[in-house]
């Protein structure tokens, strides 16, 4: 039988220190707790919006036509509530004006849900496409397709067709950029009027 060699030195072990005592709660307080801790996102408080716009106008004194710059504050509501009462007292909480600020809004959204419909899963509207190929229209080969300035030549329309189409032909091989086409496609709600 082998005895072990020792190597002079005890290992003392300490006794393991307990949790220090915490305060009794209920489950419920748990709970709240564990809820609290979690990573909430407040929301962001809207800021205000400065918006300065142009109007022309005829002068009814002169009937001399006029331009005015003017400016608005606008803060969007922070809470679903505070557009409601927003909305009401702007339209004095008449059910018909209300109606009528709503129904373009209402419209809008049945066009587009049928715009993605008409264009279907695979397919992107042709302002999506066109948005996002605009950026290879100034590097070679394709820039030097187009030779003649918009406008200066009835030959521009031709080039620019033929540039979209060479373009294209290119990157309909290249999936990552035809997954970011279908991607965008996909997160437009846009319901813009009939493109040519």
Partial sequence: MKKKKSEGSIAVLDPPVSNPVKPLTTNQESRKVKQMSKTETV??????????????FFDLATFELKEATFKASFTPPATFDEAVSALNSLMRSDPEKMKAALTPILRDAAVASQKKIAVGENGAPKKIVLDYIKNYRDIPPFSSIVTTEKGKSKDWKGQYD???????????????????????????????????
Avoid at 43 to 56: G, M, N, R, S
Avoid at 186 to 195: G, Q
């Fill in 43 to 56: 929301p962001a408080v809207p800021q205000a919006e400065e918006i300065e716009k142009k109007v022309k």
């Fill in 162 to 196: 033929l540039q979209t189409v060479r373009i294209l032909e290119e990157i309909k091989n290249v999936p990552f950029i035809v997954n970011a086409i279908k991607a965008a496609a996909a997160l437009s709600t846009a319901s813009d009027e009939d493109e040519d």
